[in-house]
T-cell receptor
Framework: QKEVEQDPGPLSVPEGAIVSLNCTYSNSAFQYFMWYRQYSRKGPELLMY????GNKEDGRFTAQVDKSSKYISLFIRDSQPSDSATYLCAMDAGNMLTFGGGTRLMVKP | DTGVSQDPRHKITKRGQNVTFRCDPI?????LYWYRQTLGQGPEFLTYFQNEAQLEKSRLLSDRFSAERPKGSFSTLEIQRTEQGDSAMYLCASSHSSTGELFFGEGSRLTVL
């Protein structure tokens, strides 16, 4: 079993939809949680960073962490075609990030 | 400073050759990481440095791989006697130890023929 599990998708939604992306993890030592967006043949770009249970909002993006269930989510409101990318969750126990496999998202106009 | 810089962006080599990748981190960051990413997978940790000290290495990093960060600034990742299985994107990231947020470069894509 991988430490971080993420549904690979692809997830296809119409423009304007609310998108929910999820990851589960098994290592209780993870304290910091991040979401990255990665366009094809590019490096990952940091979207959201949080270290506590609860919600954190930034524009159209909301990150949610539930440490008791070992479950994190990223919500994208009013999705746009430019949001089409692979979304990676990542978790940190203090010295390095462990990534999920990524979910490919396609937002259709 | 425009972010993490990696060079070359793409390297094609024949099996058995040696290759070296360079990473220039964000200047105020004291931590530097190397990750490897294959198609359809998330990045996998290889190694990281705090200043010039290499603090952790993954068991993915076989003895054909060596990384250095001689003056605590840029880093190099060398792969000796390349194999087809080494074909991947090699990603460098940097952070400051006080924040933990990693910022990635655009990666160096290796193709071993």
């Amino acid at each position: 079993q991988k430490e971080v599990e993420q549904d690979p998708g692809p997830l296809s939604v119409p423009e304007g939809a609310i998108v929910s992306l999820n990851c589960t993890y098994s290592n209780s030592a993870f304290q910091y949680f991040m979401w990255y967006r990665q366009y094809s043949r590019k490096g990952p770009e940091l979207l959201m960073y949080t270290y506590s249970s609860g919600n954190k909002e930034d524009g159209r993006f909301t990150a949610q962490v539930d440490k008791s269930s070992k479950y994190i989510s990223l919500f994208i409101r009013d999705s746009q075609p430019s949001d089409s990318a692979t979304y990676l969750c990542a978790m940190d126990a203090g010295n390095m990030l462990t990534f999920g496999g990524g979910t490919r998202l396609m937002v259709k106009p | 400073d425009t972010g993490v810089s990696q060079d070359p962006r793409h390297k094609i080599t024949k099996r058995g050759q040696n290759v070296t990748f360079r990473c220039d981190p964000i200047s105020e960051h004291n931590r530097l990481y190397w990750y490897r990413q294959t198609l359809g997978q998330g990045p996998e940790f290889l190694t990281y440095f705090q200043n010039e000290a290499q603090l952790e290495k993954s068991r993915l990093l076989s003895d054909r791989f060596s990384a250095e960060r001689p003056k605590g600034s840029f880093s190099t990742l060398e792969i000796q006697r390349t194999e087809q299985g080494d074909s991947a994107m090699y990603l460098c990231a940097s952070s400051h130890s006080s924040t933990g947020e990693l910022f990635f470069g655009e990666g160096s894509r290796l193709t071993v023929l």
